[in-house]
């Protein structure tokens, strides 16, 4: 069970390998798997109790900074074009008080020095 939900590390460490480049899933795939491997020699053994609870625990927040890491990258989707980045409204200060216009009513500065509306 503890593999299983660890198996994302572990395919993520096989495709590194396989394209020939070592990710950061590698060393942790490799950590998970000795520590697996040395708690399963030592219960079947009986040298010692084993360290599936440490197992668990670090499968478990790993998991968690795997999803805060995913769910913050969701939030910042870098795919966004430029535009994006742009208001869509800007406040022009008149005589008569304050005026929101649409970014796209915008046009070029007068020689006054004031934007004028479409």
């Not at 396989?18 to 030592?42: H, K, M, W």
């Not at 079947?44 to 360290?51: E, I």
């Not at 769910?71 to 409204?89: G, N």
């Amino acid at each position: 069970m503890l593999l299983y939900s660890a198996r994302g590390f572990f395919r993520s460490a096989w495709q590194g390998v396989q394209q020939r480049y070592i990710n950061l899933d590698f060393p942790i795939s490799l950590g998970l798997a000795s520590l697996f491997s040395v708690s399963t020699y030592e219960v079947l053994s009986g040298s010692g109790p084993g360290y599936f609870d440490s197992f668990t625990g670090l499968v478990f927040f790993m998991l968690i900074g795997k999803w805060v890491q995913q769910h913050t990258y969701d939030a910042l989707r870098f795919d966004r074009d430029f535009t994006s980045y742009f208001p869509v409204a800007v406040t022009r200060l008149t005589p008569a008080g304050e005026q929101s216009i649409s970014v796209k009513e915008l046009k070029k500065a007068t020689a006054s020095g004031c934007a004028t509306r479409k």
